[in-house]
């Protein structure tokens, strides 16, 4: 009887991931432009792949974002966190505010970004330039376009990992935080050796999570620069994505999301460790 | 107690606190400067005052974007969605928690191993699969995507409530002779109500928000949501800046002023299963 309580969300998840998933394996190897009839055409699809150079610029960015990913809005986090835990008033305040950019449509942000920041006619690059600065819009730039990109990302991004890590520092036992205070620590010493390992355990699922999230970012490179110029920004999902519905080479396509797969499934398999280990205790 | 004595320390804390906030803000003030703006007033400088407040920018973007008709959509999409995500994931986030039966440990991991596949993993088959089946700029049936989609954390989070009802109250109504059925309705319901609104909330805000499946699967003028109606608008060649910070606006007012009323809601759900220790 309870069995059956499960079956509607199960329905539906498999008819909409699983089976599509396992329909995009076997497609990798074919050639389908997604009208006529498939052709199997073998491990084609990932030799082709081996050979792009386009390929390797968006697994190259891909890695490049996942760094960036990695450092910044975690460190940035991890302040805010720590200087949040030093104050009495405003606490909720300042959440609030950090928060905000989480909530706002990566559509809307982008364009926030391109049109009054970015913008070399109606920006803040605009009046820098005016004001004599030789700035350059990043996103037109081969060279910037991807950090351009990632800028505004992280803007939305850190203030996440700050409230995270702040409700993990507020569980941090009062007594490992007195008793360290009593023997003289000061700020810095406090954080490097109660708090961080302390919030270790959550630093270290937001760290597997940040991989795959990297391997998956799609919507912001996707709206600011469709991967160009030149492809400099292109990552693998934007690549797939063009490759499917553009270029009409949607077995190309799934055998590149096979690829960003294997990538999420390596940082899946430690995410779902974490979270079951958890459940254990 | 408090961890800091000294008064300096306490200043600087707040001096950094504070430039954080505003670098969060910033741009969110540009947007609502600048939507009141001229072109050549926003290209002059982004961050001078309106010299009036050009409330018609905000007629043009409520027309440009067609916001009458893809506001409906989206609203359409967000309830269905919601209502689809709580009948179904308050079903199975109760027997997750609840019952003890030897295959929901598969149906854990399968559920947490969908929330880390990309979308592409399945996104093109889906697509070619409605497309055959009749089903591209058909809301209801991105609704069940977003289903999908949003379930696995949400039966995660509906899970944990389920889980602070004591059991006491569940075998106290089994021994008077309730059914699975009543004991799930009239026993659990009334006490996860908070868990209800938290899921309600986020899968809310996701789907008002979500690009990459709407903007695949709903691309006609008649079933646009506003988020990619909005995203259309500011492609086009032309680019009236006052206009489309309006129709950033429009877009983004009512999830913020949402969110500043139910902050603790939304953050306990976003933030929700990501602090260990």
Sequence with gaps: MYRLFAIPTLIINVSIILLPALLTVVLAFYRWDGISNPTFIGFENFEKLWGDRIFWKALKNNVIWTALFLTFPIAIGLIAASLLMLVRRGRTFFQVVYFLPMIIATVITARIWQGMIYNPQSGIVAMLNRYGYDVRDPLSQTSTALYGVAVADLWHWWGFMAVIFFAAMRQVSQEQIESARIEGANYFQLMRWVMIPAIMPTIALMMVMTVIWSFLVFDFIFIMTQGGPAFTSEVLSTMAYRKAFYELGVGYAAATALVISLFGLTAAFFYIRLQNREDAE | ?277
């Design chain 2, 1 to 277: 107690m408090n961890l800091v004595e000294s008064r300096v320390t306490i200043i600087i804390t707040y001096a950094l606190l504070g430039i954080a906030a505003f670098i969060a803000l910033f741009p969110i003030v540009l947007m609502l400067l600048n939507s009141l703006k001229t072109t050549p007033e926003i290209a002059l400088s982004p961050l001078g005052m309106p010299e009036v407040a050009h409330w018609n920018n905000y007629a043009n973007a409520w027309k440009g974007a067609n916001f009458t008709r893809t506001f409906f959509n989206s609203a359409v999409l967000m309830f269905m969605t919601i209502a689809l995500v709580l009948t179904t994931g308050s079903l199975t986030a109760y027997v997750l928690a609840r019952k003890k039966i030897k295959s929901w440990k598969i149906v854990t991991v399968y559920l947490l191993a969908t929330t880390t596949a990309p979308i592409q993993l399945f996104l093109f088959p889906l697509y070619f699969g409605f497309a055959k089946l009749g089903l591209i700029n058909n809301i209801f049936a991105v609704s069940f995507v977003y289903c999908a989609i949003f379930s696995p954390f949400s039966i995660m989070l509906l899970r944990t409530y389920f889980l602070a009802v004591p059991k006491e109250l569940e075998e106290a109504a089994l021994v008077d002779g309730a059914t699975p059925w009543q004991v799930f309705s009239k026993v659990y319901l009334p006490l996860v109500w908070p868990g209800i609104l938290t899921v309600s909330l986020i899968v809310g805000l996701y789907t008002w928000n979500e690009f990459l499946i709407a903007t695949t699967f709903l691309q006609g003028p008649e079933s646009r949501t506003a988020v990619v109606s909005y995203f259309l608008l500011s492609g086009q060649y032309s680019r009236d800046w006052g206009d489309l910070m309006a129709g950033a606006m429009l877009v983004s007012t009512p999830i913020v002023v949402l969110f500043i009323f139910l902050q603790r809601r939304f953050i306990e759900g976003i933030t929700g299963g990501s602090i260990k220790g």
